[in-house]
């Protein structure tokens, strides 16, 4: 099976920067995450951006509304 990276035909040379979510979540999810995260952003020496899982869902509401947005899991 492919990757996603495979399928747009992608190298790990083509990212500028590595982003993932860091919780909340499940314990050993989100430490697995980070440290592939951590360990690509390194290996490749380009930059790493955490977001809030939360922070994310969130988003997806459109910036138009008035209403209070309340994610969780």
């Known amino acids: 099976m492919d990757t ?4 747009v ?3 790990p040379q083509d990212l500028d920067r590595v982003v993932v979510a860091a919780g909340p979540g499940s314990y050993t999810g ?4 980070v ?7 390194a290996t490749l020496k380009i930059e790493l951006v955490v977001v809030s899982s939360l922070a994310v869902l969130a ?3 459109p910036a138009i509304t008035e209403a209070v947005i309340v994610p969780f899991f």
Request: overall charge positive; glycine content about 0%.
């Open 4 to 7: 996603l990276m495979q399928q």
């Open 9 to 11: 035909n992608w190298e």
């Open 30 to 33: 989100v430490r697995i995450a």
């Open 35 to 41: 440290t592939t995260a951590k360990t690509l952003a």
């Open 59 to 61: 988003r997806n509401v």
